[in-house]
């Protein structure tokens, strides 16, 4: 594939326009839209509306008249659209590991009742730290177990009569590989467990259909795929089977059946509502709101299947460019298995030249305007260097343009040896 | 005290200036800064500079290259100004609500691992809800009792060999009574339990000594008195002295010892730090430091002392004219002893005309452009009218016209039968 095909082809993509809802800065091929979205072209308006006008205008008032009090709703009914949600299911609010706290705690205590005697929270090795974090912290306070197991193929032999909960990442925030929710939400049902899933390398990246899989509680992020600006609000769903009896710890007003009753006990409100806990930041819902309107937008283009066939052809086309112009250097750690493939694809070095090579080479691209990421490995996962592709605002010239810098990168072996720093390197 | 003196006084007054921090809208006496602070004016180009260049501009690199990493602490750091603790020991992050569930969980493992008898956690029936729900959902988890009292009073009485944590707010929601926070302290230290302090209605209202009172956890809230803008992000410590022991349970990444190593076992970093759970809404922080800085300002003019001098002078009046312009109509809830108010004033009908005569009254105000607020009683406390004194940016001939308004709404019977709807009605 020449730069011309990908110029030709990206002429064609019905997509395309999609593009012009975003500022975008001079220079920069964004692969790094799995961390942080871009900014929607809405979004400084918008805010800056909440800001003057909501806020400093409207004060106090602006609850009812800006319809504050909606909002974590409102924008909850949007996501819904995207996950395979029904309206009223999804609430935006607080971050992705609270409202993982908040879901897990709810299925463990629901698990329990339903049979004390399961005992064990099911989630992979490779799941994103966070969330084994949270679960660690959950199982020691309920007595219960964090069971890893270290590849999909243990997951038959792993659910066994002990299984409270299974708790997976949707789309591997490292490999880029994907979980079958429909299947594997059957197995773990069949095993008498509930599921968890985690959507935030999933949703508006990929079709999720959380109501056809017949899943018991999930949660997403805000910023990455939504585009809905650093550390925007995230979100969290219920089946509606579990909408009356599910209880979360974060029993705080907002969440109350009639917050301005000021009653001294707690009644939860009914269904996601009770999934609230304090008062929102107002400013960053309504950049969340912005993001969810750009990925909304393709709607009108074939929506999330549409989004879904351009992401396959761009990580297809990055892959095969990789693999025809830098044979032998790269292993590649994502699933070929289009079903098997999130919207990003990430690769290892064959052989590091020096410990920190993964990490150096990326910040080679990033100075070139080439903006991926690196992920540490450890003992059982080699160093990666991770490109995400977002089809709202790629197309194939760009998957040209970054396999070209990484083709210079590595014939000029442009790498230094800055220092990682496991503390802050997002990059 | 006539509107003449109340101008003469205004003009004298050394704070004046500070004013000149906000963006008032026309028309509007605020009285509500207890409730939602007003916009700094260097909110909105701050804000607009985070999203279109921070943001737009910088995209993932911003975490390193704009400092977002650095926010929670460096916004903690100012924090700690205000509320008498040092450098390093105050995260701001996620809501008040969150924040305590976070050090009363702490708290209550800490002092069962000292004590395992004590099994009260103590408070007061008119704390604000969200505090009590968060404390039942807590004591229910750890198989404690949440023991409420009725007043002050029975505190001394009430601090037993059983009660493992002491969880008070500072300045009441309600009545804008204020503890004595270093008396409380001893006293329930001497009784050998930890305390636990909400300053939602202190901090940036009236001078703060937590490490002076050798408190254990305070959290407090950045959108009141702190001007951080509509459900901006709250704030955490704790005394050095439990910096290396506590645990909280919301242990997710950015809390984490070292977030970018992707450990699959949690590690919490050392001191404050351990708070931080998710990614945290930037726009929202942003936002907010524009808050902090306005009441930094008043640092020039002599700081917390200064303003607390004429948050008093403010109050007084307005309690003086209420009491003078309408003799027998209110009750004045709040305390009249200096050392026991905090910065608002709540005034109870004596008689109740009609069963929401204090809500509509209270409407009245708001048709007139006096913002203050509404709070439904009980069984218990009677409904209230609420009225927040912000020494920032309100002076004594605002109090006149308030009190002005009041007597005009009283003589002209201006309240109508609004529906008060207590799932919404935050005024």
Redesign the interface.
Known sequence: MTLDDCLRLDAQDPLRTLRDQF?L?EG?I?L?GN??G??PKA??AR??EV??R????G??????TAG??DLPQRLGDKVARLIGAAPGEVVCT?????NL?KVLFAAIAQAKAADAKRRVVLSE?S????D???A???CR?HGLTLQ?IDSEAELPAALTQDVAVLMLTHVNY?TGAMHDMKAVTAAAHAAGALTVWDLAHSAGAVPVALNDSNADFAIGCG?KYLNG??????FAWVHTRHAGQFMQ??????G???????????RPAPGVGRYL?????????A?LECGLDTVLAAEAHGGMAALRAKSLALTDAFISLVEERLPGQFQLITPRDHARRGSQVCLALQQQQTPTQAYAIVQAL?ARGV?G?Y??G?SQMPDILRFGFTPLYLGLADVWHSVEHLVQVMERKEWTQPEF???????
Chains 1, 2 share one sequence.
Do not use: M
């Not at 917050?259 to 707690?266: M, R, V």
């Not at 806990?277 to 819902?285: A, E, K």
């Not at 720093?421 to 990059?427: D, E, G, L, Y």
């Open positions: 500022l800065p920069v964004y790094d961390s942080l871009v900014l979004a400084p805010v800056a800001v003057a909501e806020w400093g205008e004060l106090i008032r602006s609850w009812n504050w009090f607080d971050s992705t590991s609270i706290y090795r799941n994103f730290p966070t084994l974090y949270i660690e912290s959950l306070e890893l490292r910023y600006g650093p550390g925007a609000p995230a710890p974060l029993s705080g007003w907002w109350h059946a009639a917050p301005f009753e000021f009653s001294p006990h707690y806990c304090g008062t929102q930041p107002i400013v960053s819902l950049a990033i903006i990421d992920r540490a450890d720093n496991a503390k802050n390197a997002v990059t």
